[in-house]
């Protein structure tokens, strides 16, 4: 075979994939719908719950309804000795805390840390807040970036330790619950009941559809054949993780419902409507 | 002119559809050098496009299933027109073909035990279709893109690059080819990006360009249909047979009319769905023709029966040859019992439920929803007959692939012909693609090792080759190309269309007679670069030769058989089975010729059943084969 | 049924370029695609466009309209109201060629870095067993039609060219994870996915699985378990305590 030319072939273009060579578009985005309205409904419901939770956190009254064992989730488990006689269910590991320090200090940071290393909750607001992008299709306004390549977004790489404690507390949630059902003579059920049952049940849908749950579950087998149970396990947290935002949403919702029911109770802005006892 | 860039491979494949991708892995691994050139870009050709499956008698599913059964089908779906020595390699060759894909990577839908699972199909005995959903040619050349890529990477660790072996040229359309006496040397193409013409120099080309269905108006087939390997092998003096033969597949879609013609899988059908005239009736039933009386089912009680348990009953007529069927469907609207817009319905809405048809048909789903806004878990499809394959091409020898009268000169996929005789049955394409890519790979590599020899192309040629291709720009005015190929899509469909009589064909062959000097006079504004009516002005030349082969061989063959309907000559003529019109390129056109095929292998004759040889062979060809010595079974 | 519609269309190469206005005729069930078509054959014949199926199979006739990512053959007229002006724009992330058609070599160049399947050793041809619940994950990536939207929407190549070093990619992001979870794959992808093809990029904002024309979960099946399958190894954290504590060699 002879070779007329002895040159390499030739693609048409060079091939480095540094060539910019865009085309000339105007403007971040041409996107004509209201794109921006996700991003700022997101960052509204986000701060709401902020806001309201570091308020409720800090203020170290209204948490305990003696009479029906009501606890709010923000202030469980109640473990210092400021805690109102009676909520410490877990027994007084502390002593007096000064008021600057909330008495939920053993479990507010692992749940917030496992709200901010969630996969949905990164999602939510590594676009609304950090406008990284803002939108699909519309351009984040930094120069640079990194993503999660390095620290501090590295160690979102943690959530599923979080998520481990998370469970934990999903059980003391639940504990609480049923212990709530209680009136002064004995077995008692009232409207808090329900409420801190509605929570309850949204926070174990919320901690179950976590990503790294389904990935613990079955996800990371490569042959779900040979795990029948895991692989059942596997399908229904799947199930439940395509509902991942909205049990984002919903819990902030149960858990801001749920607080607020125990404050006003418990502040004895009115009596909780009681079925038995 | 222009200085070109002249490249040496020792093969040179056209084509990147599953044909040529499994071509260029054969080379390849024989040690070769190997440039693909293709129109479009790497893993976007039609056999992408492929649903159904791949016909390969694995007998997973059924294990009555075997290479004898599968060959008997297909020549029964053939009309026993087809070369059985291509059947005959095509049905043993089928299983270890798709059985290798999964060592490249392909994850085909499985059976309970684990095993590649194989569905129903129209013409097929038993479940023989490999297939994943109803995407299986997307897995196919997902599949041979992804080996393709895996065997650059060997290349890459050895010699540190990716392309020392293997060199996809992408958007790059080949003008023609360059011989030497009766060999091949070289082609011309131009990247379709810059305008910029490059020259391949190989002893070895293997053409596997697909179909020609861009030629009719009503096509399941991309813009890359354009008979390009067709008319290339043509012109650089091979031949092509049973050009007349064109399927058009029973149902593709009819409304909106911007997606006239786009395929409705015949799976709809072997999973279930049922058609239908405007009067809610199943008309199948009254279309099973005299050669395929008693194997299907003659109630719909019995057909719905099969669906359950298929050794105990006969299938649906339904799934009857597609020939049988679109020209059923065509009676249907003919009689004027149509659906609104010309065409009849596809019912599977009533027969399963929303989910299952989501499941089994998620593609369907898709197209439907989104192309047409249709919903077919609610409400029955319209489909009819759209142009979806040529059982025509490039005559090759069937073990090699080679080019009849051009050495070098390889073919593979449907841009050959012969292996499915007059009609194609579905999912012998898929199998098709893999058992003869790789055969055509290996006759290109080969050739290569026989030393073929110097492929120096002179310098005046490729200049030449170059003018030819460029007069589209340089001409200073001329006919717009879209306004030339609307009418030839219409000439074709309308005169050499599902049905077809003397007058109307010979109608057409006047036609194409002035779109002659039409095709060589257009012209187009613009420049060179990514210029979308150059490229249709380059295209129009292949349509129009394939087109006349179509139209003149047509008018020969005076019967009806497979993919070709004579209203004038109903019912086939058993002296014309053993027949074959090959087209010959003249230099202004093309002329007929026609020939003997080889008889069929007595081994393979007495696969069948004396009294169904009687329906298609002549006395005289049977004589010698004893009344009642083939038993059809084995 | 016909009405006219406005449409203002790119056209240009990688020097300049503008958008463009017509004014062209539309048909009952027509999708973009057809428009632009009808734009070639009446008005701008040199009009370039990367078509082939029309069927949303093939993924060629990639562009953005109204500025979203999109197959120009599975938008259809009737989703824009008919007083809509409908701007058409070749694919931003690549490098343009001519009017609505780029250059997508980006994405062929990352498909070579992604390490192919590895046969089992032991496993003949035709002896391979694999479950359907084994196969379905990898069979739902597989379902990618390469029509590059992914690729295109996502800003970690889109807003930043200097990435492209470095990150595949969700479309080849997703073929690691194809791999990973394929049954009789022999290879480990894990570490690779994070050192090689920039996993860590990724930052989850789910564009890409908002374009899919095909309906993948890109990022909740195939991204989020990888990086899941990451952690597994990389960030566990008594481990990477134990390497920053000590100074272990990294692998």
């Known amino acids: ?273 009681r079925f038995v006892g | 002119m222009a200085e ?269 769905g049922v058609l239908r005239n405007a009067e809610g009736k199943r008309f199948m039933f009254d279309y099973v023709p005299e050669v395929f009386k008693g194997q299907y089912a003659e109630s719909e009680e019995e057909a719905d029966r099969w669906y359950a348990d298929q050794n105990a009953n006969r299938r649906t007529p339904d799934l009857l ?42 593609s369907m789903y898709h197209q439907f929803k989104e192309l047409a806004d249709v919903d077919i878990t609610a409400e029955p499809m319209e489909v009819g007959p759209t142009c979806h394959y040529v059982m025509g091409g490039i005559e090759v020898d069937p073990d090699s692939g080679a080019a009849a009268g051009v050495r070098g000169l390889f073919a593979a996929g449907e841009c050959s012909g012969g292996m499915h005789g007059s009609n194609r049955l579905g999912g012998n394409s898929l199998s098709d693609l893999l058992v003869f ?81 039409r095709v060589a006079g257009v012209s187009v504004n613009g420049v060179r670069e990514f210029n979308p009516g150059w490229h249709l002005a380059l295209d129009l030349r292949n349509m129009l030769l394939v087109s006349e082969c179509v139209a003149r061989a047509a008018l020969e063959r005076t019967e009806s058989r497979g993919g070709h309907t004579r209203e004038d000559y109903p019912g086939m003529r058993a002296p014309w089975r053993n027949q074959l019109i090959q087209c010959l390129y003249t230099g202004g056109g093309v002329r007929l010729h026609t020939v003997d095929q080889v008889p069929m292998r007595t081994d393979l004759l007495e696969l069948f059943e004396y009294e169904e040889l009687q329906k298609y062979f002549t006395e005289e060809e049977l004589t010698g084969l004893a009344t009642g010595a083939t038993t059809g079974k084995e | 049924m016909a009405y006219d519609a406005r449409f203002k269309v790119w056209r240009g190469d990688a020097e300049s370029g503008q958008l463009c206005d017509f004014t062209v005729e539309v048909n009952e069930g027509e999708v973009v695609l057809d428009i632009i078509h009808r734009l070639q054959a009446t008005q701008a014949p040199d009009l370039a466009v990367r078509w082939n199926c029309k069927a949303g199979k093939c993924g060629s006739c990639s562009a953005e309209i109204n500025g979203h990512p999109r197959l120009l053959c599975m938008t259809r007229m009737s989703t824009f109201a008919e007083d809509e002006t409908i701007t058409v724009t070749p694919m931003r992330t690549f490098p343009v060629i001519r009017d609505l058609v780029t250059d997508v070599s980006f994405n062929y160049e990352k498909a070579r870095e992604v390490p192919a399947f590895t046969p089992p050793q032991d496993v003949a041809a035709g002896e391979y067993r694999m479950a359907q619940v084994d196969v379905q994950r990898s069979q739902e990536f597989r379902k990618c039609i390469e029509c590059f939207l992914c690729q295109d929407t996502c800003h970690v190549v889109r807003d930043h060219e200097d990435n492209k070093r470095s990150f595949a990619g969700p479309r080849f992001l997703m073929r690691v994870a194809e791999l990973e979870m394929h049954p009789l794959d022999a290879a480990d992808r894990v570490p690779a996915a994070q050192e090689e093809h920039g996993l860590g990029y990724c930052n989850i904002t789910k564009c890409c699985t908002e374009v899919c024309p095909e309906g993948i979960h890109i990022t909740d099946n195939a991204l989020i378990p990888m990086k899941e399958r990451v952690a597994d190894r990389k960030y566990d954290p008594v481990v990477w305590l134990g390497n920053k504590l000590f100074r272990r060699d990294k692998r």
């Not at chain 2, 199909?121 to 895996?150: C, N, W």
């Not at chain 2, 958007?171 to 091949?184: H, P, W």
Request: hydrophobic share 40%; charged share 20%; net charge neutral.
């Open chain 2, 4 to 272: 070109v860039e002249r490249l040496p491979y020792d093969v040179v494949v056209i084509g990147a559809g599953g044909a040529g991708l499994r071509a260029v892995i054969e080379a390849r691994q024989r040690g070769h050098r190997v440039a693909v050139v293709c129109k479009s870009l790497f893993g976007k050709a039609h056999t992408v496009m492929a649903e159904g499956g791949c016909a390969a008698s694995m007998g997973n599913v059924n294990d009555n299933d075997n290479w004898q059964v599968h060959f008997r089908d297909t020549m029964r779906g053939g009309k026993f027109l087809n070369n059985w020595r291509m059947a005959e390699l095509h049905a043993k060759e089928a299983p270890d073909r798709v059985w290798e894909l999964e060592t490249y990577g392909a994850l085909f839908d499985r059976t309970a035990d684990g095993r590649i699972s194989q569905r129903n199909f129209g013409g097929h005995t038993y479940p023989r279709l490999a297939h994943v959903g109803d995407r299986t040619g997307l897995e196919l050349i997902r599949t041979m893109q992804q080996k393709v890529v895996s065997l650059q990477q060997e290349d890459h660790a050895a010699t540190g690059d990716y392309e020392a072996n293997i060199k996809v040229f992408a958007e790059c359309t080949v003008t023609e080819l360059f011989t030497e006496g009766d060999r091949v040397t070289g082609a011309l193409a131009y990247w379709r990006e810059s305008g910029r013409f490059v020259v391949f120099e190989a002893p070895s080309i293997v053409l596997a360009t697909g179909g020609i269905g861009k030629s009719f108006q009503v096509t399941s087939n991309s813009w890359e249909y354009t008979g390009d390997g067709h008319a290339l092998a043509a012109r650089a003096g091979a031949s092509l047979i049973n050009m007349e033969f064109v399927q058009f597949h029973p149902t593709g879609m009819v409304w909106p009319p911007s997606v006239k013609g786009i395929l409705v899988t015949e799976g709809v059908r072997g999973d279930g």
């Open chain 1, 1 to 273: 075979m002879t070779a007329n030319v002895s040159e390499t072939p030739r693609a048409p273009l060079p091939e480095s994939a540094e060539r910019a060579g865009r085309a000339q578009l105007p403007g971040k985005t041409l996107r004509t719908d209201r794109w921006w309205l996700q991003p700022t409904l997101t960052v509204a419901g986000l701060a709401v719950f902020v806001i309201y939770a570091g308020v409720r956190a800090f203020m170290g009254a209204y948490y305990w309804v003696p009479a029906y064992h009501y606890l709010t989730p923000f202030y469980s488990p109640c473990t210092t000795a400021s805690c109102a006689p009676g909520s410490q269910h877990l027994g007084a590991w502390f002593g007096e805390f000064p008021a600057w320090l909330p008495y939920g200090i053993i479990a507010l940071p692992f749940l917030l840390v496992f709200r901010l290393t969630c996969y949905y909750y990164r999602k939510a607001y590594y676009r609304s807040v950090w406008f990284s992008p803002p939108a699909c299709a519309v351009a984040e306004p930094r120069a640079k970036y990194t993503g999660e390549t390095r620290f501090p977004l590295i160690v979102q790489n943690v959530h599923r330790y979080f998520f481990y404690v998370a469970a934990l507390l999903a059980l003391l949630n639940t504990y609480d619950a049923i212990m709530a059902f209680h009136s002064p003579s004995g077995f008692g059920f009232g409207l808090g009941n329900l409420i801190l049952l509605l929570n309850v049940v949204m926070l174990w849908a919320y901690t179950l559809s976590c990503h790294s749950c389904r990935h613990a579950t079955g996800g990371r087998l490569r042959h779900f054949s040979r795990h029948p149970v895991r692989y059942w396990m596997w399908t229904q947290v799947s199930k439940l993780n395509t509902r991942h935002m909205q049990f984002a949403w919903i819990t902030i919702g149960t858990l801001i419902l749920a607080d607020l029911y125990v404050m006003l109770v418990s502040a004895g802005a009115f009596p909780d409507p």
């Open chain 2, 321 to 362: 040859p597609r020939d049988e069927v679109a020209r059923a469907i065509n009676a249907e609207v003919k009689a004027g019992r149509g659906s609104p817009h010309g065409g009849v319905f596809l019912d599977i809405a009533s027969r399963m439920s929303a989910e299952e048809i989501k499941r089994r048909l998620p």
């Open chain 2, 437 to 517: 890519g790789r055969r055509a790979g290996l006759g290109a590599a080969n050739h290569v090792e026989s030393g073929a020899g110097d492929t120096g192309i002179p310098q005046a040629e490729v200049d030449a080759a170059m003018e030819r291709a460029l007069a589209p720009v340089t001409a200073e005015q001329g006919e717009n190309p879209y306004t030339v190929h609307a009418e030839l899509q219409q000439t074709m469909n309308e005169l050499v269309g599902i049905i077809r009589t003397e007058a109307e064909i010979a109608d057409a062959i006047g036609k194409l007679e002035t779109f002659k000097q």
